[in-house]
């Protein structure tokens, strides 16, 4: 089962709550969930002149905390099924490089147009889709607080239309979302159905 939720946060709420930052929201999320399981949600927060809308997708509804404006609805399994839909994502588009003497790569940003629309190609492969139409915003830094540590992702904002050609590796992705820092608020595919379904 899937879940989503709409919530409307004012901007003076949203300072009283000191949500300043992508791991502010998501430390936040999390009162609407238990902290002992692992996290199995995305959200994303939409900034507007005097309120935040945040979405979040989960696989357990959400209980209601007692900040924001909340609307909780199922995501009927009739939704997914679609052919075709435009679609919205914030993503962290990286690749990894590898050093000698590393175990570990480092994650580097993406910055042109035709490399920022490769890398969501690939990734459409994986979420069992292609895309007929798509446009990068150029990256832009958004920076976070994490325990008293500055960190920073690029920021990219896809939109356009894509197909589906796997029905159930898209599903899989529209629950696991796309790319990585998804705890940070990237990843969630914001749909809207054109057309007939399969």
Do not use: C
């Amino acid at each position: 089962m899937t879940w989503l939720a709409e919530v409307r946060v004012g901007a003076r709420e949203a300072a009283a709550l000191r949500l300043s930052d992508s791991y502010a929201w998501h430390a936040k999320v999390w009162d609407a969930f238990t902290k002992d399981d692992a996290r199995n949600w995305l959200s994303r927060v939409d900034e507007r002149p005097s309120f935040f809308r945040l979405y979040i997708v989960s696989v357990t509804k959400p209980e209601i905390p007692s900040w924001g404006s909340w609307r909780v609805r199922e995501v009927g399994g009739g939704f997914l099924r679609h052919k075709r839909f435009k679609f919205e994502l914030k993503a962290n588009p990286t690749v990894k490089k590898w050093r000698e003497g590393r175990k570990h790569g480092t994650r580097v940003g993406i910055y042109t147009r035709e490399d920022l629309l490769s890398w969501l190609e690939r990734k459409g492969k994986e979420a069992g889709f292609t895309l007929e139409a798509a446009e990068a915003s150029p990256p832009v830094n958004q920076p976070f607080v994490k325990k008293g540590r500055r960190g920073n992702h690029k920021r990219v904002d896809y939109r356009g239309v894509l197909a589906v050609g796997d029905p159930e590796k898209f599903s899989a992705a529209f629950r696991r979302g796309i790319g990585p820092a998804k705890a940070f608020g990237f990843g969630m595919l914001v749909l809207k159905p054109i057309g007939g379904k399969k």
